[in-house]
Nanobody
Framework: QLVESGGGSVQAGGSLRLPCAAS????????MGWFRQFPGKEREGVAL???????RYADSVKGRFTVSQGNAKNTLNLQMNSLKPEDTAMYYC???????????????????WGQGTQVTVSS
């Protein structure tokens, strides 16, 4: 199981950092990423980081969000800066032993999901 934390409420322009840990697994995931879901919408990709350091971002968060690997195995962080009200969503951590660099945001790649953490940005 993946465990997210760090969600909360912040004003527009503020920052939040979301850690995710999957330390109970003995093997290392090749792909770990963040997704978010707006009410009534499908889950969408936010950011991906691959074990070799390659990253991918949704266009809506480029230049504002940064995904990074944590120091421990199977951990990652999402640093969210310049937050906007439209970033308000439930954020989920996901992991997979394999994924596509091009179609990284397709949900089917990811076998492991966290329970989600709510991020609310007020104007």
């Amino acid at each position: 199981q993946l465990v997210e934390s760090g969600g909360g409420s912040v004003q527009a322009g503020g920052s939040l950092r979301l850690p995710c840990a999957a330390s109970e697994y003995t093997y290392s995931f090749y792909c770990m990423g963040w997704f978010r879901q707006f009410p009534g919408k499908e889950r969408e990709g936010v950011a991906l980081i691959v074990r070799n350091g390659i990253t991918r971002y949704a266009d809506s968060v480029k230049g504002r969000f940064t995904v990074s690997q944590g120091n421990a195995k199977n951990t990652l962080n999402l640093q969210m800066n310049s937050l906007k009200p439209e970033d308000t969503a439930m954020y989920y951590c996901a992991a997979s032993t394999y994924c596509s660099y091009t179609y990284w945001d397709r949900l089917g790649w990811y076998n492991y999901w966290g329970q989600g953490t709510q991020v609310t940005v007020s104007s």
